[in-house]
């Protein structure tokens, strides 16, 4: 069965619930979704996956240090990502604040590592992102970008 790593930094709560929204979506497209904390990850569960979604509040329009040095550490297994599918989502505290700059740090190093990012053309381009505490749309699009995921996981494992 495919698997789905969900990543996640989160201080107040609102990067773990979008977490489970993610989550919620994958196993909708019956495929297997773990979810952990970043100081419970190792950097070998990043081989271990079919995808990777990492999710980090917005701190100075960048993923949080936690994050950054689980991304930093996976020079480790470089090379060995090529061809997962990955995904981001982050929270932050208010419009314009770097939410989009969050999500593409995040994209960035999936892309240096050979992952494959799917887009969508619809409203939250790089990954889904929520101001505060994720309302009712933030959580459906993270059970979007979970099922996007899901559903390319499925193709490229098929």
Same mark, same amino acid.
């Given at each position: ?10 201080? #107040?709560?609102?990067?773990?619930? =979008? @977490? ?5 979506? &994958?196993?909708?497209?019956?495929? /297997? ?9 190792? &950097? ?10 990492? $999710? #980090? ?5 960048? =993923?949080?240090?936690?994050?950054? /040095? ?12 090529? $061809? ?6 982050? #929270?932050?505290?208010?419009? @314009?604040? $770097? ?10 190093? =999936?892309?240096?590592?050979? =992952? ?11 990954? #889904?992102?929520? &101001? ?7 959580? /459906? ?9 899901? &559903? ?5 494992? @098929?």
């Amino acid at each position: 069965m495919a698997k789905v790593l969900i990543v996640y930094d989160s201080r #107040s709560g609102n990067t773990e619930k =979008m @977490a489970f929204a993610v989550a919620e979506g &994958v196993k909708a497209k019956k495929v /297997e979704a773990i979810v952990k904390k970043v100081e419970d990850t190792r &950097v070998e569960d990043l081989t271990d996956h079919d995808a990777i979604i990492m $999710g #980090s509040p917005t701190y100075y329009g960048q =993923m949080s240090g936690k994050l950054k /040095e689980l991304v930093d550490k996976s020079v480790e297994v470089h090379g060995k990502l090529e $061809g997962k599918v990955g995904g981001a989502f982050t #929270s932050s505290g208010g419009t @314009a604040t $770097g939410a989009e700059t969050t999500l593409l740090s995040i994209l960035q190093a =999936m892309l240096v590592h050979g =992952m494959i990012v799917p887009g969508t053309s619809n409203f939250k381009h790089y990954g #889904s992102a929520a &101001v505060g505490a994720p309302n009712k749309d933030d959580m /459906e699009d993270c059970r979007d970008l979970g099922k996007r995921v899901a &559903v390319l996981v499925l193709k490229l494992t @098929a």
